[in-house]
């Protein structure tokens, strides 16, 4: 069985920073891969960003390069997404899942688990 429990997020201006969290239990890390997702309204979960535990490996969407980034805690068991220079377009209910893939997949469907989510709202 695998847990992620996510905190973090809430409102901030553009240009604002924001760091989500993801508690990770259970067998969470026997999956390879950590990955944080976003949807927005009428929107389809898109890819934000991905990193492997085996390895400092690490894969962003290009709306995303450059400002967000991943790093985790093993002792901890939590991994973290970093947002800086936020823009009114990164809005968005954001995820963190874990996928068994060797790689790191962009898909929602090759993820095994997820966080329950948390809300993103940058305001212009």
């Known amino acids: 069985q695998v847990q992620l429990v996510q905190s973090g997020g809430g409102l901030v201006q553009a240009g604002g920073s924001l760091r989500l969290s993801c508690a990770a239990s259970g067998r969470a890390f026997s999956y390879y891969v950590m990955g944080w997702f976003r949807q927005a309204p009428g929107k389809e979960r898109e890819f934000v960003a991905g990193d492997r535990w085996t390895e400092s490996s690490t894969y962003y969407a290009d709306s995303v390069k450059g400002r967000f980034a991943i790093s985790r805690d093993r002792a901890k068991n939590m991994v973290y997404l970093q947002m800086n220079s936020l823009k009114p377009e990164d809005t968005a209910v954001y995820y963190c899942?874990?996928?068994?893939?060797?790689?790191?997949?962009?898909?929602?469907?090759?993820?095994?688990?997820w966080g329950q989510g948390t809300q993103v709202t940058v305001s212009s």
């Open positions: 899942a874990v996928s068994g893939a060797i790689a790191i997949p962009t898909i929602p469907d090759r993820y095994d688990y």
